[in-house]
């Protein structure tokens, strides 16, 4: 005999396209907002907790990002970060490249990056930790397209003093867990992302930023709170 479904439990998950993916911090956050993720990078990701595709981004999206529902992109950011150009190392810049690539697949997206890629990015809403509780600001700066738009929460002031670049955090200061930087245990209690090492630490994007950025993309794409 066959038996009735739960119509609530057999719901599938809307699938998410998380291209440059690294590590996965960004991918941690919309599974915990209620997405199937998948993560293309050009590099081996073993530490990746889902899904993973080794492939070119550009090529892969081109190809298969209309099969998606909603796709998160995180172009290589080294070209624009403060380290970099302090050390003088060149680097391609894929912003434009991957908004072309989001554009023709007709999904809602999201493209991610730091602060040093502003002139390049399109009206971005800024995510720092202190808007999620996190003892780090880490600011992320995210352009949305494809019909998805994410409204700009309020911006606490940074009234915790933040641990020099690379350097141990004093008790009661916020770290930055950039560069070589010791406390990876640390960093990964405070950035939520316990499976990383420090590679992955330097550059991810704390899931509570793209918990917060999922919820808003189900809400906006089904009409309900996810």
């Not at 992320?140 to 494809?146: D, K, L, N, P, V």
């Not at 915790?160 to 350097?167: D, F, T, V």
Request: glycine share 12%; charged share 20%.
């Amino acid at each position: 005999m066959t038996q009735p479904t739960d119509i609530r439990r057999a719901r599938i998950r809307p699938r998410l396209l998380d291209l440059f993916c690294c590590q996965g911090g960004a991918a941690r956050g919309y599974t915990d907002a209620g997405f199937d993720v998948v993560g293309v990078d050009k590099d081996p990701q073993p530490r990746y907790p889902y899904t993973f595709i080794q492939a070119d981004a550009l090529d892969f999206v081109r190809e298969h990002g209309a099969g998606f529902d909603f796709i998160h992109a995180s172009p290589p950011c080294q070209l624009d970060s403060d380290c970099q150009r302090i050390q003088g190392r060149t680097h391609p810049d894929l912003i434009a490249p991957a908004r072309a690539g989001l554009e023709a697949t007709g999904r809602p997206w999201v493209i991610e990056n730091v602060r040093g890629a502003l002139p390049k990015l399109r009206e971005p809403v800024l995510l720092c930790g202190a808007m999620f509780g996190l003892a780090t600001y880490r600011h992320r700066y995210f352009e949305t397209g494809g019909g998805f738009t994410l409204t700009q929460p309020p911006h606490p002031a940074h009234t915790a003093p933040q641990a020099k670049m690379g350097r141990p955090v004093p008790p009661g200061h916020y770290g930055q867990y950039v560069g070589n930087f010791s406390g990876v245990p640390q960093a990964r209690t405070v950035l939520g992302v316990p499976w990383m090492n420090r590679d992955g630490i330097r550059e991810c994007i704390p899931p509570a930023y793209t918990q917060h950025i999922g919820r808003a993309a189900l809400a906006d794409r089904m009409g309900v709170a996810a």
